[in-house]
Structures are given as C-alpha cells and as structure tokens.
C-alpha cells in the first residue's frame, strides 16, 4: 500500500500548489514538541519561555498547540514566517508519504476534509 500511497503522494502534490491554499496553517492545530519550540525560539531569537508564553497553550487534550488558529506565522501571502524552522507536524504534513500509511488512515480521511492534497490521493487510491 505504501508504494501506491508514496506514488500518488507525489504525483498530486507535484501538481497542488500549497501556498494558494494554506487551509492546514488555517484550520489544524499541530501539536508542538519540546524540540519544537527550541527550534522555534531560536529562529525568532526569543527564549523558549517566552515563545510559550506568546503563542502556544496546553489543549483540552493536555497537548501544546497554538493559541490562536489560523497558524500566528502564517502571513497574507499564505508563506510561513518561521518555515525553516515550522513544528515537526508541520513538517511531515500532509503525511500521504508516510509509511506504514495504514496506520493514519482514519486521520487522512479526516484530513482530506481540509487538504486538497490528501482528498485526491484517497480519491484516487479508491478508484485502484
């Protein structure tokens, strides 16, 4: 399944272009790591302490996330302010080329409601 999801993984998000669309930096929380915010701070030269403070706070799950969605480095040209140094989540999204794909499968169908990407890979996975 792996081969055939990485196949369509890049077939499709050679063709979206992410930043006329950015839903994910709108409307999905990552959760936020520890190493996360190291990285964080140290591309907007703050400390970690303060980069918690500013812009993150503790879900309803007991996650770190963003305190406020769309994404606080999201700009109006849908460009990450911080993108080199985005949280892991953000990284590895929207993670149709991962592997052992199966086991996110129920995420990506909920995915899929946001992420152009992620909605034609299973499209076209179910017309396999």
Known sequence: MDI???DLHDEVSDRVDCLKCANCCRSLGPRITDKDVERMSKSLRMKSVDVI?????IDEDGDTVFQTMPCPFLGDDNYCAI????PKACREYPHTDRKRFYQIYQLSVKNAYTCPIVFEVLEKLTKK
């Not at 403070?53 to 706070?57: D, Q, S, V």
């Open 4 to 6: 055939i999801i990485h």
């Open 53 to 57: 403070k500013k812009y993150l706070r």
């Open 83 to 86: 993108y080199e140094s985005r």
